[in-house]
């Protein structure tokens, strides 16, 4: 019995010195010819994203965030889309971003203005804590003036409630 225990013992040793073990890197191939090669955008250091990923990344094309009644947190499930703009921010600095706020019908006209910028000013400062710069956000509100839905139900108030990351320059 001891020796079975010591076995596993040393077995779990094995398994966790080869779970600590670092990756290799594979090295890009190295270039024959004379000519240089130029890079897209040289502060792109990740690589994660290109520019067509605004088009094709899914996390990406998700451009809206939605918000709960008179609220102006950001509810957890947009913190992945969040976190996957501010990379791409990250990666290209010469990208510009408008985050345009919205409100439903309910409210005075004023009182939702200043909530659609509150909402857009809750994105901005969660891209910020996440890396975008502030010279590559602005914020935009259109309170209730631009609906997405015209319906007078919580359904279609619920769809206004929103943040629309609008790209103005993709790098």
Same mark, same amino acid.
């Given at each position: 019995?001891?020796n079975?225990?010591r076995?596993?013992?040393a077995?779990?040793?094995?398994?966790?010195?080869?779970?600590?073990?670092? /990756?290799?890197?594979? $090295?890009?191939?190295? &270039?024959t @010819?004379?000519?240089? $090669?130029?890079?897209?955008?040289?502060?792109? %250091?990740s690589?994660?994203?290109t520019?067509?990923?605004? @088009? &094709?990344?899914?996390?990406?094309? $998700?451009?809206?965030?939605?918000f709960?009644?008179?609220? %102006?947190?950001? /509810? =957890?499930e947009?913190?992945?889309?969040?976190?996957?703009?501010? +990379?791409?921010?990250?990666?290209?600095?010469g990208?510009?971003v408008t985050?345009?706020?919205h409100?439903?019908?309910? !409210? &005075?006209? +004023?009182?939702?203005?200043?909530l659609?910028?509150r909402?857009g000013?809750?994105?901005? =400062?969660?891209?910020?804590?996440?890396?975008?710069m502030? !010279?590559?956000?602005n *914020?935009?509100?259109?309170?209730?003036e631009r609906?997405?839905d015209?319906g007078?139900?919580e359904s279609?108030?619920?769809?206004?409630?929103?943040? +629309?990351? *609008?790209? %103005?320059?993709? $790098?």
């Open positions: 019995m001891k079975a225990v076995v596993l013992v077995v779990m040793l094995v398994a966790g010195v080869a779970a600590c073990k670092k /990756k290799a890197v594979k $090295q890009a191939p190295a &270039t @010819d004379n000519t240089t $090669q130029t890079q897209t955008n040289p502060a792109d %250091t690589g994660r994203y520019v067509d990923s605004l @088009d &094709t990344d899914a996390c990406l094309r $998700q451009r809206v965030v939605y709960d009644l008179d609220r %102006t947190e950001i /509810k =957890s947009f913190q992945a889309q969040i976190a996957c703009h501010a +990379e791409y921010l990250r990666q290209f600095k990208a510009r985050l345009e706020g409100a439903d019908e309910r !409210g &005075t006209r +004023e009182y939702n203005l200043g659609g910028e909402r000013n809750a994105v901005q =400062s969660a891209l910020g804590s996440a890396g975008a502030a !010279g590559q956000l *914020v935009v509100s259109y309170g209730e609906p997405v015209r007078h139900d279609a108030w619920a769809k206004n409630r929103r943040v +629309e990351i *609008v790209y %103005t320059s993709a $790098q």
